[in-house]
């Protein structure tokens, strides 16, 4: 065919037996590194969204104003799609390195600005760089770890974003009590630079990127790969749901601090407590969507998880009814019932996305459905931003916005292909056997 990524050249390998020592030792430490990365990227990831208030009121924003300001920040996805490609190019273990230099020093100048313009351009970049590294190390954990093995390791990735982002939300009221600005958390965030030497050392190459890019394949491979041929026809309605999806992820998972400290009049100590019980027991999605990985298949986990983060985003954002008396419990358990799904969704999502296409441009494809998912969040920010005051406040467009996992979940269930218990190169039809 061809559009066909050219892999006659080299043959893939067979991977060595698991139990075998100097295996499992290079898959401990792939792990590893790689829950590192994720942490420190989390916790970066995490201080938009924990910070909102806080940020609004130092820039004087409204409800719209801030919503501008993230929807702004979006763009970074174009950064981060070209970052995608460089690793599909010149390999997953320098953009890795590349980005893990760079987002320290975009913290710390983002932390220094206090005019708004400098401040979004910095965090432009910043996000670019966590976006990149994300996409790297999902595609790096695809491609180190075994066919049994995917799904739980693109579950401990989600775990260890999890743990950073936690983290984030411990301290933020710690802060906000001792009378310290939010910006302390981007300056914490700089001191990443302090683990850059660790990564260096302990980072591989993907075995599966090499073999690639001995047989020519990376060199030549392009977007017509992915969204020519037969791709095309996986390609569609992965970037149709990677929008809608996201465009409800975005405003469910980057308002929820916003609604309880703004709208319901929950105290920062309150909310961190509550996103902090809610976001702990919702880590449990991960293992979670692994499990139903397995044992069902991407498919019904994406679908079924979809359809509960609809459900939990609109019981989060509409409560809690007005004479609730315990409104920290409602929003503890709608936070904990919509994050336990986003979280079994994208584990979900991440193993079908990275086994349906081929090595040569997996990098580029995840960097791709990343740009689609940065225009899902600037169409969400911008609705926000424009809906909020006639429909009566951010929350309601929120709710609104979470249904469209729903339409997502009917296309991913009626147009994705199944991947569970394939060999990658099985899965993105680089050999014979789909």
Known sequence: M??????????P???????????????RRTLTVTFAMLFYQGFTMAINGIAAPWIA???????SGI?????????????????????DRVGRRRVLLWCMAATPLCALAAAASTALPLFIIFEICLYAFIAATIASSVVLLAEALPTEQRARGQSLGGFAMGVGGGLCVLLMP??????????????????GLLGLPM???????????????????????????AFGGRYRRR????????????????????????HAVSVVGLSAAATSTMILVGGGVSMLGFPLGAATCERFGRVPTVVISALLVATGSVFFYWGPPARCTFPAGWLGAGFCWFMTAVNAATVGGNSAA?????????????????????VGSVLAQGAIALLAQPLGGLSVVVGYLALLTIPSACIFGMFVDETRGLTLEVAASEVAGE
């Open 2 to 11: 061809a559009d066909a990524v050219n892999t006659a050249a080299v043959a």
């Open 13 to 27: 390998s067979a991977p060595a037996a698991v139990g075998e020592p100097s295996t499992a030792r290079a898959i």
């Open 57 to 63: 009121k130092s820039f004087q924003l409204a409800e």
């Open 67 to 87: 919503a501008r300001v993230y929807a702004w920040i979006s763009f970074a996805a174009i950064g981060a799609l070209i970052l995608s490609r460089f690793a």
């Open 174 to 191: 710690i802060l906000d009590g001792a009378g310290y600005s939010w910006r302390w958390l981007l300056v914490l965030s700089g001191a």
């Open 199 to 225: 990564v260096m050392r302990m980072i591989p190459e993907s075995a599966h990127w090499e073999r690639a890019a001995a047989s020519g394949a990376t060199r030549t491979a392009g977007f017509s790969v």
């Open 235 to 258: 390609a569609v309605p992965l970037t149709i749901c990677a929008l809608l999806t996201n465009m409800a992820f975005a405003a469910a998972t980057s308002w929820g601090y916003f």
């Open 354 to 374: 990275t086994e349906l296409f081929p090595t040569a441009v997996r990098g580029t494809v995840i960097g791709w459905f990343a740009l689609v998912t940065a």
